[in-house]
């Protein structure tokens, strides 16, 4: 009796389950011939059935956790992921503010305006062009110091500032500024002579 009370919901069990893989795929003769011999197996030895289904379910929930686990590794991992996009996206509207902000002698596509100082026949700043890229105004006691380009080379800020006299503007001079800070004491003419 014990016998059929087992064997009858298994073969009921093998049969739903037959049923859902007939419709799922359909079977070759070898593969059905496979599973009859299992099944006449499992009828003689239900032991080994039992045994089969406790192993069955003990890799069903191996497989259950490692899936867990693996969504917890992707949750993290798509965390990460944001926080980078976000950075990135951060460090792109640096980018664009800085390039924005960027001094160059090129001009931009589109319509731009200029400011002519002159028209000099004799003059030639030409050698100067890399060293003009700026033209900055400094706010000091209520006034405004206007300062054009930088140079490298105190007798080349020196030919400037002369060539600068020479069309009109008598109060150019050079300067020095030391990482960004102007040195007050500094007069070029002084340190011409020495």
């Known amino acids: 009796m014990k016998l059929n009370q087992i064997l009858i919901p298994f073969v009921a069990l093998l049969f739903v389950c037959f049923a859902s893989i007939a419709e799922a795929q359909t079977l070759s003769k070898s593969e059905k011939k496979i599973l009859k011999k299992e099944l006449k197996a499992y009828k003689k030895n239900p ?6 289904k406790e192993k069955t379910k003990t890799k069903i929930q191996e497989l ?43 001009l931009p596509a589109g319509t731009v305006y200029q400011v002519q100082m002159g028209y000099y ?12 890229k700026s033209v900055k105004a400094e706010e000091v006691d209520g006034g405004k110091r206007y300062i054009i380009g930088y140079f490298e080379d105190m007798m080349d800020a020196v030919q400037f500032s002369n060539d600068i006299k020479s069309i009109g503007i008598k109060d150019a001079f050079v300067t020095e500024y030391i990482d960004g800070t102007r040195n007050m004491k500094f007069d070029a003419l002084k340190s011409i002579s020495k």
């Open 47 to 52: 032991e080994d059935y039992a045994m089969m």
């Open 121 to 132: 026949e004799y003059l030639d700043l030409m050698s100067f062009n890399s060293k003009l």
């Open 64 to 106: 259950n956790d490692e899936i867990a686990s693996l969504k917890v590794k992707l949750a993290a991992s798509n965390k990460e992921t944001q926080t980078l996009a976000d950075k990135y996206a951060g460090l792109e509207m640096q980018y664009t503010k800085l390039k924005k902000s960027c001094v160059t002698s090129e």
